[in-house]
């Protein structure tokens, strides 16, 4: 059933920590809940020159890293440029330190040391949080299809708002009633038409655009 859940999840997670043995725990961890770790990184400027290249759907960082920017001051310039939904890990429970970290409107903490409920709960509120925001946007195929260069079907639509949703693909799946391989395929076409190359992408193409429109 894990490994299942590990093939289908489509969901991926950059690990910001510079305690390695700390960071391959919490990829453990994830594996075992069934997301899928888009990489690790120990310092700031390794994670702002993987974000230009990569788009995980979600980031677990902690406050205290190595580099010239510590953990909030990289959440501000993700908060600024990516709009990827970030969750704090910290061990530190300062006042000075909470107070900085609120301003840069993170979708979640987990305090040291935490278990996998701590970890599971944090990360699926934060997906939360972010569909809720592209729900505001209320989505509808006629905006949807300002952005791609074909209009997407009512299937593919479907399968993009189970995406806004945080589902993974063997979630859609079975709300669905179909298989798996055709939930791929028509988040495929999906991205295809909005000329990206995976959800997380697709869904910072439409907050961009449309929240700037």
């Known amino acids: 059933m894990t490994n299942e859940a590990e093939q289908t999840s489509n969901i991926s997670i950059l690990i910001v ?4 043995v700390v960071a391959h725990d919490i990829a453990r961890r994830l594996g ?47 908060h600024a440029h990516h709009k990827i939904p970030l969750v704090f890990l910290t061990a530190l429970s300062d006042r000075t330190t909470l107070d900085r970290a609120k301003k840069v409107l993170p979708y979640g903490y987990i305090v040291k040391p935490f278990d996998n409920h701590d970890l599971l709960t944090a990360i699926e509120l934060a997906l939360y949080k972010h569909s809720m925001e592209l729900e505001r946007l ?3 195929p006629e905006k949807i299809n300002i952005l791609c260069h074909d209009p997407v079907t009512e299937r593919e639509f479907e399968m993009l708002m189970d995406i806004t949703k945080g589902l993974t ?7 669905r009633f179909i298989s798996v ?25 439409i907050l961009s ?3 700037e429109s």
């Open 209 to 211: 655009l449309l929240t």
């Open 181 to 205: 391989s055709t939930v791929k395929y028509h988040i495929g076409k999906l991205l295809d038409k909005l000329e990206v190359n995976n959800r997380a992408a697709a869904l910072h193409r």
């Open 32 to 78: 075992k809940l069934g997301y899928d770790v888009a990489d690790i990184k120990s310092e700031s400027t390794q994670v702002i020159n993987f974000l230009e290249i990569h788009r995980p759907d979600l980031i677990l960082c902690d406050i205290m890293i190595e580099g010239d920017k510590d953990g909030v001051e990289v959440a501000e310039f993700i």
């Open 138 to 140: 209320r989505l509808t």
């Open 17 to 20: 920590e510079d305690e390695l």
């Open 169 to 175: 693909n063997q979630q859609i799946s079975e709300s």
